[in-house]
């Protein structure tokens, strides 16, 4: 860059960068600069006075919000989803319509305020004719996925911001809408950008089937296990095989530049199926996905069908399940299937049973990644209900502002934001079904009271409502902290600790489980699935028996899925495991290990590792959240053989 014009302030540098675009080379990104030039020769503004933040009136925001309701309800899910895994990082989650006006939004109470005095809030424009370079108006123009960082703004004004927003496209590809995570942060998250990119293709996939409920649906990849994935290609079509609809990934596959290339064509000219065996497929019963060539390039894709929504022959007019299993049949996670031997495994497994059509509250005691979730789905697939929703609530990803709608739910009106429709909490959703409330020890107080009257009253009333709505559900709850000891220190309700406390059942950790060879043996079977068969030898499986694993079975899993992909022949040997399990001396003795002596030293190096999950393993957030320095947390890290995943 230029020495002069390092020094220049904001608005200096952005003009010299319109003036000669020489001065900027390998410093500003190309679509940056497009964006300034646009800024000043275009919409004629200056970077060093920012208008006013432009906000419609109450009526307007009013009829954008009721013309984009059903997309609002389609993607408050994913935004709640997407700003559960930020959280914590101080991000607000926004949504806005084609012309850049923000429609509604899921924020860190951290960042509203902040949030708030730079224009990010409902109804405020941020199409970049007003706002200059911005995440959610350069985006809604460039019409990709994009990151516009700090002094990438335009206006000085907006420097602080760091903005990952990325299009939201209609079935037939219109650029309806922005999904952007807006921070403070001091450097340029891509993994944000990944994760708000991500949450964009997840609602135009909903929206897709949604809007195209009355069509037949197509849906293959390559790799049939990718099938029902956030990977697979999915397309429209009406009953003379004519194309209606596709979504991103179904162009990727099939190296279209543009969806126009697709919409009008007929499904035999891009698959060698007829049209009339393609709806017999739709209509078929079978879940085994049907081998598809490609018509231009002769690729092989696997495909499954699926018939409108309105058709009677539809089995319950719901979606088949597709699975790569060669018999059809496909595999569910039922209580027997969970224990190889282990003798606390397996008297969980008969307690559980023991109790399964009696209206008595399960609560499932564990580390993290001992598998409570999967017992949990055991429970419910074992069950009568098993046919019924089982809907899962994470009460520690969920910020406090938000934990009550998502359980509750809220009739329209109810808060401002809210969608037209209203929303079906969690619990209504899992009527006659199961209700699993994970990490329950991190509810907050005010709400532990309004869950106990929905146990013990059976009915719930929404946000914003009057009349109690009946429940039949079945509550399982799960946590890796003391509840007792919350109890006593005033942070959980005994009222409430009773009535979730109908039997405790505990999930050993993997390290004291006496069946973890055939254990491991089992889920490198799974996860191999139908490909060719890999064995582990007698060396590698005794570093894997011998691991402290402080991640437990989800490490397990990683770690296996990692020894697959790079296995080169038919067994995995000792010298393919990674170092932090093998860790060899020179002499060749295995090192000496971190092996808890107390109760106390098991449950921080939980709760270490449990902040380190949810920061994504960022030790700067850790070490700000548990208020201690960097080099206490690599310290902490080191003594209890705490390694990130690799």
């Known amino acids: 860059m230029n020495s002069d014009n390092a020094n220049l302030p904001h608005y200096g540098f952005v003009k010299a960068a319109v003036r000669d675009r020489r001065t900027v080379e390998n410093v500003v990104n190309e679509q940056i600069i497009r964006s300034w030039e646009r800024c000043i020769n275009d919409h004629i503004l200056d970077p060093e006075y920012r208008p006013e933040t432009v906000v419609v009136d109450h009526k307007d925001l009013k009829q954008r919000q009721e013309r984009y ?9 994913e935004m709640t989803n997407l700003y559960q895994q930020v959280a914590g990082s101080g991000h607000s989650i926004l949504l806005t319509d084609s012309e850049g ?3 509604n939004y899921v924020s860190d109470p951290m960042f509203t305020n902040i949030a708030g005095k730079t224009g990010l809030q409902l109804g405020a424009v941020w199409a970049e004719q007003t706002q200059g370079t911005n995440g959610m108006g350069t985006c809604l123009i460039e019409k990709r996925p994009l990151i516009i960082h700090k002094n990438e703004h335009f206006f000085s004004q907006n420097t602080h911001l760091s903005c990952s927003a990325a299009p939201i496209l209609d079935p037939t590809g219109e650029l309806i809408a922005v999904l952007d995570a807006s921070s403070h942060s001091h450097q340029a998250q891509q993994h944000t950008m990944v994760l708000v990119n991500m949450s964009a293709q997840l ?11 009355d069509n037949y649906i197509l849906r293959f990849h390559s790799r049939p296990e990718f099938i029902t994935t956030l990977g697979e290609g999915v397309l429209a079509f009406d009953g003379d095989g004519c194309i209606k609809a596709a979504n991103r990934s179904a162009l990727f596959q099939l190296d279209m530049a543009n969806i126009k290339g ?5 499904i035999e000219a891009l698959f060698d199926i007829h049209i009339s065996n393609a709806l017999s497929n739709a209509h078929d019963l079978a879940t085994v996905p049907t081998a598809l060539q490609d018509i231009i390039h002769g690729r092989r894709f696997y495909a499954g069908f699926q018939p409108p929504s309105s058709d009677k022959r539809r089995p319950n007019g719901r979606s088949k399940r597709f699975t790569t299993s060669t018999s059809g049949n496909e595999v569910k996670p039922v209580l027997d299937d969970l224990e190889f031997g282990d003798t606390r495994m397996c008297r969980n497994i008969e307690r559980a049973k023991k109790l399964l059509e009696r209206n008595i509250p399960f609560i499932i005691l564990g580390e993290t990644g001992t598998g409570k979730d999967v017992f949990v789905k055991a429970v419910h697939k074992s069950s009568r209900r098993a ?3 089982l809907i899962a609530v994470n009460c520690a990803s969920l910020p406090e502002t938000l934990i009550e709608s998502e359980l509750f739910g809220y009739r329209s009106g109810a808060f401002t934001g809210a969608n037209k429709e209203g929303y079906r909490g969690k619990i209504v959703q899992a009527n006659g079904g199961t209700l699993f409330l994970d990490e329950i020890g991190d509810m907050p107080l005010h709400l532990q009271a309004r869950l106990l009257r929905v146990l ?18 079945r509550l399982v709850s799960a946590t890796h902290k003391d509840l007792q000891l919350l109890v006593d220190e005033g942070r959980f309700r005994l009222d409430l600790y009773y009535r979730l406390n109908g039997i405790s059942l505990k999930m050993p950790p993997l390290r004291d489980r006496e069946d973890r060879d055939a254990l491991i043996k089992h889920l490198l079977e799974q996860e191999i699935g139908d490909r060719e068969r ?5 060396k590698a499986l005794q570093a894997l028996h011998d691991y402290y694993w402080p991640g437990n079975i989800r490490q397990l899993r990683n770690i296996l899925r990692i020894l697959i992909g790079l296995c080169d022949n038919t067994s995995i040997r000792v010298e393919d495991l990674p170092d932090e399990i093998v860790n060899v001396s020179y002499s060749g003795e295995p090192t000496q290990r971190f092996r808890p002596t107390n109760s106390l030293d098991i449950a921080e190096r939980d709760a270490i590792l449990r902040e380190l999950e949810a920061a994504h393993w960022n030790i700067t957030r850790v070490a700000s959240k548990l208020h201690i320095s960097r080099n206490t947390v690599y310290r902490k890290m080191k003594r209890f053989d705490i390694r990130p995943p690799r």
Do not use: T, Y
């Open 534 to 538: 890999i064995i582990i030898e007698d």
């Open 69 to 77: 309701s059903h997309l609002s309800a389609i993607a408050f899910s």
């Open 203 to 213: 609602i135009e996939n909903r929206l897709l089937f949604c809007c195209m409920r």
């Open 101 to 103: 006006v923000v429609v």
């Open 456 to 473: 013990e009253e059976r009915e719930v009333i929404p946000l914003g409502g009057e009349v109690p709505i009946k429940v039949d559900i």
């Open 262 to 266: 697709l919409l009008g064509q007929r």
């Open 387 to 389: 046919d019924k929703p």
